[in-house]
C-alpha cells in the first residue's frame, strides 16, 4: 500500500487566517467592518470611500476637517473639528459664553452673547446711546456717551466744567462753582446772600439788596439819590446832597455852620446864628427888636428905633 500526503484546505469563516486567506472573521465574515465573505479582503468599512451600513458618510479619506468626518459621520458644528471654509471654530460644545459661539463663529462684541470674564454686556446691536456700550461695557456716568437719564458726559471726573460728574449740565444754583463762568455757587436761588441768583457775588451796586449787609441798591454811582455808593440810605449828614431834597450836606452835626442839621444853607432869619457870620439871629422879620433883620444887634445910632428902649 503506497504512502498517502494529507493537503490541509484552508476553511474561510473558521475564524483563523490559513493559508490563501487575507482574514477571517468568522461568522462575522461579509459584515461591517469585518472581513469579506471570501477571506479575501476586508469587508464594507468605515473610509472605504462607499456609503454602507451606519455610515452616514465615507468619502475615502482620514481628513477630518472637511464634510465627513473619519468617522464616517457628517460633519457638524460642535464636533470638535474645525470645518474648513465653513465654520470659525469648533470646540466641541454648545456654550455661548466662551470663545466659540454655538454656531461655530468666533465669539465678538454685539454677538447678543456675553462672554464670560471679558464682557459686561451683550445687547446684540450697535446703539452706542443704550444701557450697553459697542465695547460691551456697561453704561455709566462719565464713560463719554450720553444714555438716557443723562444730560450730557464728557468722560472726565472734572466737576467744574459745562457737566457735572453726575453727567448732569452745570447750572447756576447747583452749588458747584463753574470754572471761567461763575463767581459763586451757594446751591440756591436767593437773590439776596453773598452769592446772587445770577451765581456773581454779591456787590454794592449790583441792584440787589444783600440782606443784613446793604441798606438799598440802586446799581448806580449816584451819591445824590436815595441811596450813596455805600449802599446805605441818603440820610441828612452823610455829606452827599440829596438833589432835591437836601439844600447842604457838610456830614457833621453842627448846626452854627454854613449848612444848618437840617441840611438847609443857613440865612439870616433861620433862628440859628451862624458863627463868625451873624452876630444874632431870632429867626423873625421884625428889625425893632433886639436883633435886626440882618442878624446883627440893634445899638443906640443904627438909625432904627428899638421899640421899648429906644425914643
Known amino acids: 500500500m503506497g504512502a498517502y500526503e494529507y493537503v490541509l484546505t484552508a476553511m474561510c469563516g473558521n475564524g483563523a487566517v490559513e493559508p490563501g486567506e487575507t482574514c477571517d472573521s468568522g461568522a462575522a465574515n461579509g459584515m461591517y467592518g469585518a472581513c469579506n465573505a471570501t477571506c479575501s479582503g476586508l469587508g464594507p468599512r468605515c473610509g472605504d470611500g462607499t456609503m454602507n451600513g451606519p455610515e452616514q458618510c465615507d468619502d475615502g479619506n482620514a481628513v477630518n476637517t472637511d464634510a465627513c468626518l473619519n468617522t464616517c459621520v457628517s460633519a457638524a458644528c460642535g464636533d470638535g473639528y474645525l470645518r474648513s471654509g465653513v465654520e470659525q471654530c469648533d470646540d466641541g460644545n454648545m456654550t455661548n459664553t466662551d470663545a466659540c459661539v454655538g454656531a461655530c463663529v468666533n465669539a465678538t462684541?454685539?454677538?447678543?452673547?456675553?462672554?464670560?470674564?471679558?464682557?459686561?454686556?451683550?445687547?446684540?446691536?450697535?446703539?452706542?446711546?443704550?444701557?450697553?456700550?459697542?465695547?460691551?461695557?456697561?453704561?455709566?456716568?462719565?464713560?463719554?456717551?450720553?444714555?438716557?437719564?443723562?444730560?450730557?458726559?464728557?468722560?472726565?471726573?472734572?466737576?467744574?466744567?459745562?457737566?457735572?460728574?453726575?453727567?448732569?449740565?452745570?447750572?447756576?444754583?447747583?452749588?458747584?462753582?463753574?470754572?471761567?463762568?461763575?463767581?459763586?455757587?451757594?446751591?440756591?436761588?436767593?437773590?439776596?446772600?453773598?452769592?446772587?441768583?445770577?451765581?456773581?457775588?454779591?456787590?454794592?451796586?449790583?441792584?440787589?439788596?444783600?440782606?443784613?449787609?446793604?441798606?438799598?441798591?440802586?446799581?448806580?454811582?449816584?451819591?445824590?439819590?436815595?441811596?450813596?455808593?455805600?449802599?446805605?440810605?441818603?440820610?441828612?449828614?452823610?455829606?452827599?446832597?440829596?438833589?432835591?431834597?437836601?439844600?447842604?450836606?457838610?456830614?457833621?452835626?453842627?448846626?452854627?455852620?454854613?449848612?444848618?442839621?437840617?441840611?438847609?444853607?443857613s440865612t439870616c432869619g433861620d433862628g440859628v446864628v451862624q458863627a463868625g457870620v451873624e452876630t444874632c439871629d431870632d429867626g423873625n422879620d421884625v428889625d425893632t427888636d433886639a436883633c435886626r433883620n440882618n442878624c446883627s444887634l440893634a445899638m443906640c445910632g443904627d438909625n432904627v428905633v428899638q421899640v421899648g428902649v429906644e425914643d
Open 109 to 265: 462684541c454685539g454677538d447678543g452673547y456675553v462672554r464670560t470674564g471679558l464682557e459686561e454686556c451683550d445687547d446684540g446691536n450697535t446703539n452706542n446711546a443704550d444701557a450697553c456700550s459697542n465695547a460691551c461695557m456697561a453704561s455709566s456716568c462719565g464713560d463719554g456717551i450720553v444714555q438716557p437719564g443723562e444730560e450730557c458726559d464728557d468722560n472726565n471726573s472734572v466737576d467744574t466744567d459745562s457737566c457735572r460728574n453726575s453727567c448732569l449740565a452745570a447750572r447756576c444754583g447747583d452749588g458747584v462753582v463753574r470754572a471761567g463762568v461763575e463767581e459763586c455757587d451757594d446751591g440756591n436761588t436767593v437773590g439776596t446772600d453773598a452769592c446772587t441768583g445770577s451765581c456773581t457775588n454779591a456787590v454794592c451796586g449790583d441792584g440787589i439788596v444783600h440782606a443784613g449787609v446793604e441798606e438799598c441798591d440802586d446799581a448806580n454811582a449816584s451819591d445824590t439819590d436815595a441811596c450813596v455808593m455805600g449802599c446805605a440810605a441818603a440820610v441828612c449828614g452823610d455829606g452827599h446832597v440829596r438833589a432835591g431834597v437836601e439844600g447842604c450836606d457838610d456830614g457833621n452835626d453842627v448846626d452854627t455852620d454854613a449848612c444848618t442839621n437840617a441840611c438847609v444853607s
